[in-house]
């Protein structure tokens, strides 16, 4: 596997406001096509053996889209749609009284059984994340060494670093002796920034590590696997996404396969079974598992000893997912969107193969764009002279991994009021559309569809048929947390696998700190941690030494406890509740 030993990428073009990073699929030679791209100012950074980044100077959202066909490199086969990604948890400073969600998985119980005795030992967890404190001590051991073996720190300019250079194209990368080294000084009384310059200057990647592994110095916020090593990707933010919302901490499809590949490169070099825990999301994309990031955490998933963690999100009550039946040929239906002080704004409609649909944008003073036929490739871009809007439809006919119809809007200039988006049955088969939008924390005021479905409102990646995706319940008194996000009721099988519990969770923070934080990310962490004990109970103890993604899984769902009255699987709580004790009394 290929570790970024090539980029021709310049490294100002990393973390800059004007360049985007496209994630490839590529078959042939793509290192001896890299100079192809240059006359159009695109640079290409290789992942790995079957994906690549393209980089290219951003010109303005109207511009035509990186597609097959004006992308200069012959050896690349399909280029994914570009996806923004977030996290949306409540972090509280005030004082909660909860129950420890690790107590309600019973997590605690099975860690501290004599028979059982685990504590994440010979583990390793890859965060993906806002990055670590590394200088708290619930990250270290108890002779004062660090547990981390690894930062990758993508925010960072990649001249600051001295080690590891050829693992990475951008960003700087640290090892467990420079954060050792940076330890020392610390206690020396020397600035340890001056030796391993990342920080964590959100606290979310900091939190979410303490609830997966704190060594339990403070016992209150102990983490499920307090003996687990670390290795952790500080995600460079999306400055291109972050312009276009005004909104903060965003994050690139490019930028998280890359850290993915980077996690599962060490797991296999290191031969430690190892949990990749990603708690981002998008509500983008065509929630059916088979996106081009799905895919590939699908394929991380194929390893031994390797598996990933995702959250459900936290869009229940987002407003940004909406769905609809066309009745048949030339039917039309129509869908509302309130618009408040949104400026950009971008949805999909997705409707599977075989239906064939076209829309209509209609402005809120009764402008229209008028029916864009749905053609292949088919490009429209209105311009709406009252409200002073530029609306681009791109048809993707089809969309080219699977095979549906793809419909992207993108509003610029957007004024308010009702948006309508009239949608045209061309070829009908089962009719049924499905519309989702930004997530929440990128909509501004009450910006809205007007009828939205909950149902759906799980993100991706967390569609992945292999990986692990946890929902968030209120384990103070069972029942489910409102924003955590709904599976799909037509394919809920390859969604939701078990809910865990994320209320008012107290978490470590930054400068040693407490806070407590409510949402999905903590969850997947709850998940995350069983999962590191399950993989130390069966590879490091050799109880079940070539466990998959899809084995752990298996003893996830066969362990879970399940409300009276419910029917499961269900679009809320998947399989049932997280029960680790119910694992072991399962076998």
């Not at 090593?229 to 396969?257: N, P, Q």
């Not at 993989?535 to 769902?557: A, C, H, Q, R």
């Amino acid at each position: 596997m290929l570790r970024f030993r090539f980029s021709n990428a310049p490294f100002f073009t990393f973390n800059n406001p004007i360049y985007v990073k496209y994630v490839a699929e590529y078959q042939g030679d793509i290192v001896s096509e890299a100079p192809l791209g240059l006359e159009k100012e695109m640079y290409i950074t290789v992942i790995n053996d079957k994906y690549v980044i393209i980089t290219k100077r951003f010109e303005s959202v109207m511009e035509d889209r990186l597609t097959l066909a004006n992308n200069p490199f012959p050896s690349v086969v399909y280029i994914a749609k570009y996806c923004i990604y977030c996290t949306l948890d409540i972090i509280d400073f005030n004082e909660k009284v909860s129950i420890n969600p690790l107590e309600a998985a019973n997590i605690n119980d099975v860690a501290s059984n004599e028979s059982i005795s685990l504590s994440g030992k010979g583990t390793v967890v890859g965060i993906i994340d806002t990055g670590i404190d590394y200088t708290n001590r619930e990250f270290q051991t108890s002779d004062g060494n660090t547990r981390i073996l690894r930062i990758w720190d993508q925010s960072l300019p990649r001249e600051t670093t001295t080690t590891g250079q050829d693992s990475i194209s951008w960003g700087t990368e640290y090892t467990n002796e420079d954060i050792n080294k940076a330890l020392a000084a610390q206690r020396a009384g020397q600035d340890p920034y001056s030796i391993v310059a990342s920080k964590d200057d959100i606290g979310h990647g900091t939190a979410m590590a303490g609830v997966i592994g704190a060594s339990g110095f403070d016992p209150e916020i102990k983490g499920a696997a307090p003996q687990c090593e670390f290795v952790v990707v500080k995600l460079g933010r999306d400055l291109v996404s972050e312009r276009l919302t005004e909104t903060k901490e965003l994050y690139d499809m490019a930028s998280i396969m890359s850290a993915i590949n980077y996690i599962l490169d060490f797991a296999l070099s290191e031969n430690k079974p190892t949990v990749i825990y990603m708690p981002l999301g998008t509500t983008l994309g065509n929630h059916r598992f088979n996106g081009i990031l799905e895919s590939y955490i699908d394929d991380v998933c194929s390893n031994v000893g390797v598996s990933v963690v995702n959250s459900s999100g936290d869009e229940g009550e987002g407003r940004n997912h909406a769905f609809s039946i066309l009745e048949g040929n030339g039917d039309l239906k129509e869908t509302q969107l309130y618009v408040d002080s949104q400026k950009f704004l971008m949805l999909d409609l997705w409707t599977l193969k075989p239906n064939k649909v076209s829309i209509s944008i209609i402005s809120p003073t009764g402008e229209s764009s008028g029916t864009i036929p749905a053609l292949f490739k088919q490009q429209d871009v209105s311009k709406f002279v009252i409200e002073e809007t530029e609306v681009l439809i791109q048809y993707y006919l089809p969309e080219d991994l699977s095979g549906d119809e793809l419909i992207s809007v993108y509003f610029a200039g957007l004024k308010p009021g009702i948006w309508k988006i009239r949608v045209y049955g061309n070829y009908v088969l089962d009719g049924r559309y499905d519309i989702w939008m930004f997530s929440r924390k990128m909509l501004k005021g009450a910006t809205s569809l007007t009828s939205p479905c909950t149902c759906g409102t799980i993100t991706n990646p967390s569609t992945s048929r292999y990986s692990l995706t946890i929902s968030n319940y209120n384990q103070n008194n069972i029942t489910v947390y409102p924003k955590s996000g709904l599976a799909t009721t037509s394919i809920q099988a390859f969604e939701i696998d078990v809910a865990a519990g994320g209320v008012d969770v107290k978490c470590i923070f930054l400068n040693n700190g407490r806070v407590y934080i409510t949402g999905t990310s903590v969850s997947a962490a709850v998940a995350a941690g069983a999962a590191l004990l399950l993989f130390e109970w069966g590879i490091v103890k050799g109880n079940d030494p070539y466990m998959y993604s899809n084995t752990l899984k298996s003893y996830i769902l066969r362990g879970t406890y399940r409300r009276k009255n419910d029917i499961y699987p269900n679009i809320e709580w998947g399989y049932g509740i997280l029960d680790l004790l119910g694992v072991f009394t399962n076998l």
